[in-house]
């Protein structure tokens, strides 16, 4: 028996395969969310503002302070707290981000503290805030297996970070540049990377982490720089890009050794900051999570998986293309095959 237009993924160790199969669907409703009522947390006015003035002057006539500053209705008005209607699911995501920092129990009681009076009771409360960080992992876990799935089979050659200077960039126009020059890499030269913006813990700068597939011909020079890092308080040597250097501010580039595990590892970094920050990854166009091919019965170790639906493959199996065999699994007969997300 012989399985065709398997989905096939490498996990980092086996090439595991997943038959196709149909069954019918039917579209979900999405339910309906009651919008609720909620107060803007602002800070405090400055004292320029007239509604400052009246709060911070008790010994001062509040009839005055109207007349010159405000028209009655307009001092009606500043004395009214701003809201905002939204669903209880969009308010936990405010809340979630808000308490990032803090540890999953203590950030899990503030959410359920300030959403407990949108609820008949604290019971009600608990278990929405429950529910939905059982969300929020099941998210986190498809996740983190996407990103694995895409890079085991991306050939990443390269760990890259890049950092602007503030002589060339803002905030602003580093992350929209960089994100410029990553497409144009990717579409003229047919680079692949995905990666993740993380801001450092002690100066709170932005910069890029990423994994990227450079195919030979690198762009620029790749020149070596000994230089002191601040946060292991010792002097290092890199690997930096002229061409990054000039229009950024700094690059770092360490190729990937597979004896080294460094793709484990840099992966193991990528997970651990979004498993802690929720920051998004970012991935370049045509970046596959699986490739399309008929497998044959003699290429099949065992089925696996939850009611044995996945196959497990030899390490040397055949690829087939509807009929045409493509050769045996290999980084170039994998380039050839049709992919799919």
């Not at 939204?86 to 503030?110: G, V």
């Not at 805030?129 to 998210?139: A, G, L």
């Not at 890499?185 to 990423?210: D, I, Q």
Request: charged content about 35%.
């Amino acid at each position: 028996m012989s399985y065709s237009e398997t989905k096939v993924y490498f996990d980092g160790s086996h090439y595991i395969a997943i038959p196709h199969t149909t069954r019918p669907t039917k579209k979900r409703t999405k339910p309906i969310e009651e919008d609720i009522i909620v107060e803007e947390n602002e800070g405090s006015p400055s004292l320029d503002e007239p509604s400052a003035l009246i709060t911070q002057a008790s010994n001062v006539d509040l009839e005055n302070i109207k007349d010159k500053s405000l028209s009655q209705p307009e001092f009606e008005s500043t004395q009214k707290k701003k809201v905002k209607s939204m669903t209880k699911k969009q308010l936990f995501e405010e809340l979630y981000i808000k308490y990032i920092d803090l540890k999953k129990k203590d950030r899990k009681n503030k959410i359920i503290e300030e959403m407990k009076g949108f609820f008949e009771d604290y019971e009600k409360a608990k278990s929405f805030v429950e529910k939905n960080f059982d969300r929020k992992q099941r998210n986190l876990i498809c996740r983190r297996v996407r990103m694995c799935r895409k890079a085991n089979l991306a050939n990443f050659n390269y760990f890259c970070t890049f950092t602007y200077d503030d002589k060339l960039h803002t905030e602003e126009t580093f992350k929209k540049k960089l994100r410029t020059s990553f497409r144009h890499l990717c579409e003229r030269r047919n680079w692949k990377y995905m990666g993740v913006w993380e801001r450092a813990p002690n100066t709170n700068r932005l910069h890029f982490h990423g994994l990227f597939n450079i195919p030979k011909g690198m762009i620029g020079e790749l020149i070596q720089v000994e230089d002191y890092d601040t946060k292991a308080q010792r002097m290092q040597t890199s690997f930096q890009s002229t061409y990054f250097n000039e229009r950024f501010g700094r690059s770092d580039f360490k190729e990937i050794d597979e004896n080294e595990n460094r793709l484990g590892n840099a992966l193991a970094y990528l997970m651990k900051y979004i498993e802690k920050t929720g920051e998004k990854i970012v991935y370049s166009k045509g970046l596959p999570q699986y490739f399309i091919s008929d497998i044959m019965d003699d290429d099949i170790v065992c089925t696996i998986g939850q009611e044995d639906k996945k196959l497990l493959l030899f390490d040397d199996f055949n690829c087939w293309d509807e009929g045409c065999l493509m050769g045996k699994v290999s980084p170039e007969v994998i380039e050839q095959m049709r992919k799919s997300n």
